[in-house]
């Protein structure tokens, strides 16, 4: 592996191919290319592996395995930062991309218009959330690193919170 071979290389990527692809399947939100991040994360690795005084303590797949998963985490929150968060006319919100019965009683009773007229008055952050989880059905984990937050229970407070203000504003 010190040594660059080419033959090491190619066994390394044609084994840890199945990891990216696990890591990318984890955000399905994002569209991130597998091979990209592999080839990343072996950039990476390769460098760390390089190292003189590196020793390896754990199987290398264990090793590989949290510089595949930071470079993902990377890339999202680069993309999330070229998302647009902003819901447009043709972007209506489909009904069977709605996951909640309360959010459909919502809607029924004060259609797209009302929705979103509410969703305006929302602190921004807020917002993002209500669209994230229950139009592009992100996970609270994947809400979390786009939105910086410390973690998925402190996603779950802030899209709990979004309701109440969304309720507020339809009169519920």
């Given at each position: 592996m010190r040594k660059s071979d080419n033959i090491v290389l190619s066994y390394l990527y044609a084994e840890y191919i199945n990891?990216?692809?696990?890591?990318?399947?984890?955000?399905?939100?994002?569209?991130?290319?597998?091979?990209?991040?592999?080839?990343?994360?072996?950039?990476i690795f390769c460098e760390k592996i390089i190292e003189p005084s590196f020793i390896l303590t754990a199987k290398l797949s264990t090793f590989f395995y949290p510089?595949?998963?930071?470079?993902?985490?990377?890339?999202?929150?680069?993309?999330?930062?070229?998302?647009?968060?902003?819901?447009?006319q043709e972007d209506d919100i489909p009904d069977e991309k709605i996951q909640s019965s309360e959010m459909e009683e919502w809607l029924a009773k004060y259609g797209i218009e009302g929705m979103r007229n509410c969703l305006e008055n929302l602190r921004e952050k807020r917002k993002n959330i209500i669209i994230d989880y229950y139009y592009r059905r992100l996970k609270m984990a994947?809400?979390?690193?786009?939105?910086?937050?410390?973690?998925?229970?402190?996603?779950?407070?802030?899209?709990?919170?979004?309701?109440?203000?969304?309720?507020?504003c339809m009169g519920i």
């Open positions: 990891i990216a692809r696990s890591i990318v399947n984890k955000y399905p939100g994002y569209n991130i290319d597998v091979e990209e991040l592999l080839q990343l994360s072996m950039i510089f595949c998963h930071n470079k993902c985490r990377e890339m999202i929150k680069e993309k999330g930062k070229n998302r647009t968060n902003e819901i447009t994947d809400i979390a690193i786009k939105e910086n937050l410390s973690n998925a229970e402190h996603a779950k407070v802030e899209k709990s919170r979004a309701i109440t203000d969304l309720k507020k």
